[in-house]
């Protein structure tokens, strides 16, 4: 039941927040979404550099960086299901931690689980199209890539997806025609990610 | 620097992450520890090597006998261990009775051994004792499975003259975390190192793969499916097989197994020959004993005759007065044990489906297990899988060693010049490992046959407005209910600031690494803060210990539902 914090992403960079029921307080509009574990790297404390990034720009530097799912597996947006299973297994095979050399077994663990997020996204057509929706309009690094990892194992226990999905494909509606620029800002990346959040609330 | 994890750590003996991180380019073994039979092999550079114990029998009966307090392990024959049994004085089926509390079902059909397995029904380890004497010895599975991995070290240290340290074990796809602690001990007591457990399908198809590699593979991908029954346990796995020149890889797509086994088809067997059989089996008289051990043994027998014969004559005197002399047919065995063979049939099911693959789509069936040989396991195999005929091309008895022997020699980094045997195997969980949460129910964070290394989130709230403190209560396991399941361990979140139900944010991360190490890791964030307010908790898992069956009741009884946690994206 949405009952808070849904916000907006404006044109504005600075933050806006439209909250849709009043019975709970608006929360504070500051982005709450970076990954609090940032995957492995919490065995070696870096979670202390990404939890402390206050800096927006170091942040949005840093989430540039990141590829999105169809540039780790190595193929084209329009790559076919053949395409992106033949890349993934290349791929699985290459950075499988058994495989790794000496002392990159960290290292390699990483790649794999990335490139196993970006298989078990994109080789699911409904997951796939949600991804590539959120990409055209440049959203797919804001959302964690564990974002559609949330219906796994979900399958056949009611109908909250279907709603979950109409309730995101709704605030996209809403949202599309303020943020079709191509280059967000990170404060409304952010936002829209909260928004992924609160909607699930 | 306020955010630094901390580690809880659990109270398994020797960390796996320091055994990853080192290569030992010494020999490494690889143990099929079955419930009745037990195998030990070696790969020797191009072939598998299967070790002989000092009477040159590949097959060793997996049980311990005590005798006068020393209690030994016997790398012996059929006969002796048959004998033995009669005594009470042996332990066995230690596989099917390791890291079980008593309230397990399993636990309770094993009451019907010639040695004493008695169980409160409170959730705790049950008592099992070894009849000495007079008296009877207690002890634990872990202990009788140490015993008798020191007498398998030394007969693998005698036969390759060197000292052995390092194993690949297979084990059941049934066996929760808990139990793999209870069997890292047993190693741990044995001077053992666990290079790698393998789930026992997995490491068949390992060997599928080297065979296919070693063939020339004729298509890209193939699929197939192993289907493993032994005495205690049945296991399904569903696994592609490719060549990534110049490597061959397994990867494993789903797994099911259940632990029923040929132990299940004696006992119905030895209930059905003796219809009043209940007192008899439940009660630990020195006569009661030899007179099971003596039923247990003609019904074993006759069950072996029957995968090759049709009928046979059963005539047997379990002395006071208890005779049986009575022709058993095929089908009557067929019939009586019809629940099992029906669950061996739904397991492949479910693997199938799990796996998304048809019947039509798999290339070959592999048949392996001492259960193998029964003809109705083979015929519902094929029916199932719609085949005309199973693949041949390996040793059902040997599969799994010679899978675990290839792993070991894989793992143990030795150079292999001739990449003759350069193999990967790709894992799954077995079981889904999740927390409580939403009530009293199971929420799977990561769901079984996920691929691993495996890493997944979930977002959690309050259930109460300004609960201070919320239980992460994790479980592994597939039970629609949450006591189907198996408790791993359980941690607290505090200092959760007052606010509204449903406002806090908890994070839980489950994370599975390359040494299939299960780590829990819980933040919570105040909406419009990326902080967490507290360090994360990093919680290695399993936590428990052998108690751990009254826990989740005692956690229920001390917090009702005041600390509960609810999913967020099922509201």
Known sequence: MPSYGLTIPGADSRLYVTTISTARPAPDPKPSSLPVFSSRATRFGSIKAKAATVNDAAAAEEERKELSFYELLGIPESGSITEIKQAYKQLARKYHPDVSPPGRVEEYTEKFIRVQEAYETLSDSRRRAMYDQDMARGLHLAFSARRYQYDEGMEGKGDWKNRWQ?????????SSYKDDRQNMSWGARMRRQREGLSDEV | MAEAAYTVASDSETSREEKSSCTFPETTIGIDIGTSQCRVAIWNGSQVEILKNSRNQKMMSSYVTFKDGTPSGELSNQLSADHDMLSGAAIFNMKRLIGRVDTDPVVHSSKSLPFLVQTLDIGVRPFIAALVGNFWRSTTPEEVLAIFLVELREMAEIQLKRPIKNVVLTLPVSFSRFQLTRIERACAMAGLHILKLMPEPTAVALLYTLYAKQSGFQSTDRNVLIFNMGAGYCDVAVSVTAEEAPRGISEIIALTGSAIGGEDLLQNMMRHLLPNAENLLTSHGVDEIKSKGLLRVATQNAIHSLSSQNSVQIDVDLGNGMKICKVVDREEFEEVNRAVFDECASLIIQCLHDAKVKPEDLNDVVLVGGCSYIPKIKNLVMNVCKKEELYEGMNPLEAAVSGAALQGYVASGVHDPFESVDVLSIQVTPLSVGIRADGNNFVPIIPRNTTIPAQREMLFTTS??????????VYEGDGEKLEENHLLGYFKIEGLPPAPKGVPQVRVMMDIDASNVLRVLAAVLMPGSHVPINPVLDVRMPTVDDGHGWCAE?????????????????I
């Open chain 1, 166 to 174: 109409s309730q995101l494909s709704e605030l996209k509606r809403r």
């Open chain 2, 464 to 473: 109460h407005d300004n609960q201070a403190e919320a239980l992460v209560i």
């Open chain 2, 554 to 570: 005692a956690l229920h009884r001390a917090y009702g539902a005041t600390q509960d946690l609810v999913s967020v994206k099922r």
